[in-house]
């Protein structure tokens, strides 16, 4: 009996995950658990109605008073987890706090009422994580083939995403989220058909707007994401499933929306029997989904049954596993590449200096001890380093440093894309210092990571310094506290000795380590 309860093995317990979203007109918590073959069961969903979009898109900053009732429900999801003993959380916030000139205070107020670190993501974040969770769900046979866009109309903003053969090309913030448009529009005051019509000529003139950004004519897949459509396809077309999605025609849409535009949102929440602040951003939520529709070719709107939340929660899941996501990989690679082809970068001297900078990165893992997303990091700044160029030869680290800080990046984080930025900056001329105030407001570990990847970019740099790409192979190896670089064949390397001469001078600094190139001529 012993030897059979020493041989048994008790199954590991599963983990525990959440993640709050901080909206215009909510603040929602999925609760869920990870399985230990993997599969991820949904505990609880929690959802309690604040608006923090009334105030921001009307008058531009948060309300005191509203900034204590999102606490006051933080604060309760905080002892809901603690109940739970969730192990992983992470919450965010989209446009309502992302363009309220007090976003930084309520973000404070949070994080010391609760403990809740808040981040404020991006578009292209909002994007990425809407795509991740339809992807998931419906899978490369809805989303692989052909021109796709992927809809979800928020209380701020609509997250437009257009795909090509499962990859995303594009993503864009449309200004018409339901909250944000009746706000402007001061539609509460309007009878329901006046407000319709003033909602409808808004999204109009916004995605026109937008239309020689965004090729609509050329999609021939729709597929809207949240609560509105879902609501459309259940009430007039086929309602969306696990795995599979709704699904309402052009025609059908027309008729629901025709119905409802002539009645307010206390009739909309008795006739339907759905919650008042639903009924309110029913209209203007399907009314953006018709207008985006009859841009495209497709006849149909496809419905996930799906939201950004569920992807925040696989985002969670997958770094839980510590398994490198392929197709983030790609998409950030793919949005650096196209910024960099935006503004015209040496496409050959961009790759072979990340070709390099990857390299040394892999050669000197034991110094720097930095892991999978910081080599990712690396490569972005090494595909964008010279950017700046597009405004002036002169200084142009210090204007690469600008375009991408005021870029969006697929896949990086606001607080990622600033070390990015910042390792550009210092892919020449100064090291970082003091005075430099851009670096010196990032956190200390931040600093850390953009010292030591700046230190490889300026390696890589000027190993390519005259352009012609003829280092294709080298090895490492550190001796008497420097680091050699052996590079096969007998091509002149005059200006890279003299450019590494200069700008290993960081290498030094951060890694303790005097650089040279050395060459070995082939044997014929």
């Not at 990870?34 to 900053?61: C, K, M, N, S, Y």
């Not at 991740?132 to 437009?160: D, F, H, M, Y």
């Not at 072979?352 to 990712?376: K, P, S, V, W, Y």
Request: net charge neutral; with cysteine.
């Amino acid at each position: 009996m012993a030897d059979s309860d020493q041989n048994h093995k008790t199954a590991p317990a599963a983990e525990l995950l959440a993640v709050i979203d901080i909206g215009s007109n909510s603040i929602r918590m999925v609760i869920g658990q990870v399985l230990p073959h993997g599969r991820l069961d949904i505990l609880e969903r929690l959802w309690r109605a604040v608006r923090l979009g009334q105030d921001t898109f009307r008058a531009g900053q948060l309300r005191a008073e509203t900034m204590r009732s999102a606490v006051s429900i933080l604060r309760d999801y905080r002892r809901v987890l603690s109940t739970y003993g969730v192990s992983r959380i992470r919450a965010v916030a989209t446009s309502a706090v992302r363009e309220a000139a007090n976003s930084d205070t309520f973000i404070d107020r949070v994080l010391m009422a609760t403990g809740l670190e808040v981040s404020v993501i991006s578009v292209t974040e909002e994007g990425r994580l809407t795509v991740l969770a339809a992807r998931e769900a419906l899978g490369e046979r809805v989303l692989g083939r052909g021109k796709t866009a992927v809809v979800e109309v928020g209380g701020g903003s609509t997250i437009l995403n257009l795909m090509d053969n499962g990859e995303i090309t594009a993503s864009q913030s449309l200004p018409t989220g339901s909250v944000r448009m009746q706000e402007v529009l001061l539609t509460s005051t309007e009878r329901a058909e006046q407000a319709a019509k003033l909602i409808r000529q808004q999204v109009v003139s916004a995605v026109t707007a937008f239309k020689s950004l965004l090729p609509l004519s050329s999609v021939r897949t729709f597929i809207a994401v949240g609560g509105d459509a879902r609501w459309a396809a259940t009430e007039a077309g086929t309602p969306p499933g696990p795995k599979e999605p709704g699904s309402i025609s052009r025609e059908a849409l027309d008729a629901l929306i025709e119905t409802c535009q002539h009645q307010t949102a206390d009739e909309l929440a008795r006739i339907y029997k759905m919650a008042f602040t639903d009924a309110e951003t029913i209209v203007p939520g399907l009314l953006v989904c018709q207008v985006l529709l009859k841009s495209t070719r497709a006849r149909r709107m496809l419905v996930a049954d799906v939201s950004m939340r569920d992807g925040l929660l696989l985002d969670l899941v997958r770094s839980t596993g510590g398994k490198p996501d392929d197709t983030i990989h790609r998409e950030v690679i793919q949005s650096a590449q196209s910024i960099a082809q935006k503004y015209r970068v040496d496409a050959k001297h961009a790759e072979q200096t990340r070709r390099l900078a990857l390299r040394l990165f892999d050669e000197l893992a034991h110094e720097h001890r930095l892991g999978e997303r910081q080599r990712l990091l690396l490569e972005v700044a090494a595909i964008l380093h010279e950017v700046g160029t597009f405004v002036s030869s002169r200084a142009h680290h210090k204007h690469s440093y600008y375009l991408i800080a005021n870029s969006e990046i697929l896949g990086l984080a606001q607080d990622e894309l600033a070390v990015v930025a910042n390792v550009a900056r210092y892919h020449r001329r100064s090291r970082p210092k003091r005075s430099h105030t851009e670096y010196t407001m990032l956190p200390r570990e931040r600093r850390t990571v953009v010292s030591k990847l700046a230190a490889l970019l300026r390696v890589a740099d000027a190993m390519d310094i005259s352009r012609t790409q003829q280092i294709d192979d080298f090895q490492c190896r550190i001796d008497n506290n420097g680091l050699v670089i052996t590079v096969s064949g007998g091509g002149d390397l005059t200006l890279e000795r003299r450019a590494l001469a200069e700008l290993g001078d960081m290498l030094q600094d951060v890694y303790g380590l005097d650089v040279r190139l050395e060459q070995t001529v082939r044997q014929m």
